[in-house]
């Protein structure tokens, strides 16, 4: 950001006073882009695969998708504006999982306990995760990479240990499994709702609070952001722990869905929330991001994952239309930055 | 005459093996513009860091006020009021003018339970600050930082400096990236802050820019203070020769001459980079 753009050119804003300025803002959100990926992959499956793609069924198959996902990109993606990565949540969302299975399942305790259990795998990875990125200075795409084969390595040995198998079945009483993994109108899975309620508070901390400044701040430059006074390293480890808690939830709600829970599995949410958080507009760098973004990203990449089904394509042509999404969404964004970057307010001549 | 702001006594500064500093004795008054001079790796941002509290002295002592002071992270320095401003002014290029100026404090006000982010308050003094110091292009809060020119996101720090109460200002070369106009934007909002009585730092490689604003002239060879005058003193030329390091290495000798003499004739070590043209 050596060469400042100009800002005595012409407004990049809009002829008009007040519709054209409102325009011009809306062009100026972090989600601009993502706003028009949306539009354009929902016509295009409306399109293709018509009536079905729009009836309830076909709205639960990529929300349901959706919910999991976004309840794990939503603080993946505060993590990126705070210029962070977590890939451990792979590895957490299986360890939380058989955590509860085993706990609930297994030895036969309250469900209470498994879940406790569980989300407290989540924080502690989470935590260990911060301390480990403040600690030794290693970027946390390493730090959280090693995390995550140690998780795995963990929950593969003491599952075998304690239950001499890969996989364990659980039966949830009937209170939880309707809060955490029932279908509502026997598709719409429940955790659509918690996807929402994640959603509503990381936006509100995210864009209404101090905090939510501070995590803006340590994004766009750390050191800065401490000298002028923010706790970065408190700020580190809470992130961390939120998205250990989120990928937790996600793993808990999985295991009450399916009744079941295995070592493998989880893999794919790494990538996948990566890919929800980029294509809503959050800067891989930090410093940039709207959390209505995040969950726009998701929605467009769940439709695209889920819509494929509903074509006569074949479905592996879906990761190809979610590569070139992906890359038209960074580009995309890096045009809707600029121009908020060179917007200036119109001149009053 | 009244206590000095900021006072440094003997202040020496060496990484492991290597003397950046030696012995700098200086003195900076409120309501005055010192100019921080001298060739590249003379010890400029290392002698500023020091004062901002983002090193330690390894021996000698600060004084604010008359008082001794020690910092043990910038944010020591800058609750006494030292606030120090970059080559790029506003250093989060994607936040906007009214939450960047408030970062680390920001202005709240209260929605039923919830304690809310004041973007309205944030953007209104942001903005007023800014005018305040001449630069009234600046009106909406909104705007991204990354979007200001340089100029303009200088003078939004420095604005925001004095708005939270600086008492003691240091531009490490301010004026460097900026064009003719851009940069006498800059100066004048230097000129602006010492008449509120601040004691502002300048550093720069143009004579120019220092005779412009200048009070007081410190040269800075090899982490020696080789030469500290008043506004008049010296004339262009001379200031020129000194920071090109001309007449300054005949100073030098008679500088190494007194440390020797004071340091049972041990020359001072060479700094790192020892390239005095
Ligand atoms: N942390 C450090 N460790 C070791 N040496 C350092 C350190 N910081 C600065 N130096 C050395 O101290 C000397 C002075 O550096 P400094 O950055 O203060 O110079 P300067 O006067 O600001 O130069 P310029 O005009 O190029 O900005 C240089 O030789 C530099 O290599
Ligand atoms: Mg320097």
Redesign the interface.
């Known amino acids: ?2 060469t ?5 050119t012409a407004a990049t804003g809009a002829p008009g006073k007040t519709g054209g300025r409102s325009l011009g ?1 809306l062009i100026r959100r972090p989600e601009a882009g993502s706003v028009l990926g949306l539009v354009a992959v929902f016509a295009f499956f409306t399109l293709v695969s018509g009536q079905i793609f729009v009836s309830p069924a076909g709205f639960a198959s990529w929300l349901n998708v959706a919910a999991e996902i976004g309840i794990v990109a939503l603080p993946i993606g505060l993590l990126m504006i705070a210029g962070e990565l977590d890939l451990s949540i792979g590895a957490v969302i299986p360890a939380a999982s058989l955590s509860f299975a085993i706990v609930s399942g297994h030895y036969d305790m309250p469900e209470v306990i498994g879940v406790a259990v569980a989300l407290g795998v989540g924080l502690l990875v989470g935590a260990v995760n911060g301390f480990l990125v403040l600690r030794t200075g290693v970027p946390s795409l390493i730090v959280t990479i090693g995390t995550m084969f140690a998780v795995m390595g963990l929950t593969l040995g003491l599952s075998v240990l304690l239950t001499g198998s890969t996989s364990t079945n659980v039966v949830p009483a009937p209170v939880w499994k309707a809060i955490f993994g029932t279908f509502i109108g026997g598709m719409f899975q429940v955790t659509i709702f918690w996807w929402i309620a994640f959603a509503a508070v990381i936006a ?1 901390v995210l864009h ?3 905090f ?3 995590i ?2 340590m994004g ?2 750390k050191t ?7 706790p970065t390293e408190r700020l580190t480890i809470t992130l961390f722990m939120v998205s250990g808690f989120a990928a937790a939830f996600v793993g808990v709600s999985q295991a009450m869905v399916y009744q079941s829970a295995q070592v493998a599995g989880g893999q794919a949410f790494i990538f996948n929330s990566i890919m929800c958080v980029v294509i809503g507009g959050v ?1 891989l760098t930090g ?2 991001g709207s959390v209505v973004g995040i969950v726009l990203g998701t929605i467009t990449f769940s439709m695209v994952n889920q819509g494929i089904y509903f074509t006569g394509f074949d479905p592996n042509l879906g990761s190809v239309i979610i590569g070139a999404l992906l890359l038209l969404a960074v580009l995309m964004n890096d045009t809707f ?1 600029q121009m ?6 119109k ?1 009053k001549s | 005459m009244t206590e000095p702001v900021l006072e440094l006594r003997n202040v020496n500064k060496s990484f492991g093996p290597i003397d950046v500093l030696h012995d700098i004795n200086l003195t900076i008054n409120a309501g005055e513009v010192l100019c921080l001079l001298g060739d590249n790796g003379a010890g400029k941002s290392t002698l500023i860091r020091t004062l901002a509290g983002v090193h330690k002295p390894t021996t000698g002592q600060m004084f604010m006020d008359g008082e001794a002071v020690s910092f043990d992270k ?2 020591d320095a ?1 609750d006494r009021g030292i606030a120090t401003v970059h080559q ?1 002014g506003g ?5 906007t003018i009214g ?2 100026f ?5 202005p ?1 006000r209260k929605i039923g339970p ?4 004041d973007r309205k308050t944030a953007n209104e003094t942001a903005v007023k600050a800014v005018q305040e110091f001449g630069i009234t ?1 600046i ?2 809060g ?3 930082i ?5 100029g ?2 200088q003078s939004l720090a420095i604005a925001r400096a004095v708005h939270f109460g600086a008492r003691v200002l240091i531009l490490d070369e301010p004026t460097a ?1 900026l064009g003719v106009k851009q940069a006498s934007h800059v100066l004048r909002i230097v000129l602006e802050a010492r008449k509120r009585g601040i004691a502002v730092i300048f550093i720069t490689h143009q004579v120019t820019h220092a005779m412009a604003v200048g009070d007081h002239f410190a040269v800075l060879i090899r982490g020696a203070v080789a030469a500290n005058f008043m506004r008049g003193e010296k004339s262009r030329e001379e200031i020129t020769d000194l920071m090109a390091g001309g007449e300054a290495l005949a100073d030098l000798d008679t500088a190494m001459e007194d440390y020797k003499d004071s340091h049972d004739g041990h020359p001072p070590q060479p700094a790192s980079r020892a390239t005095v043209a």
């Open positions: 950001m050596a400042a753009a100009r800002t005595d803002a509100y209404v609070t101090p939510g400044n501070w803006f701040a766009g430059d800065s952001a401490r000298n002028a006074g923010i800067l410093g940039f930055r908020a970057l060179s917007y200036s307010t001149k | 910038p944010k800058a790029f250093t989060f290029p994607l936040m939450r960047s408030f970062v680390g404090c920001e709240t919830f304690k809310v982010f292009r009106d909406d909104d705007r991204l990354g979007g200001l020119s340089g303009e996101r990236a």
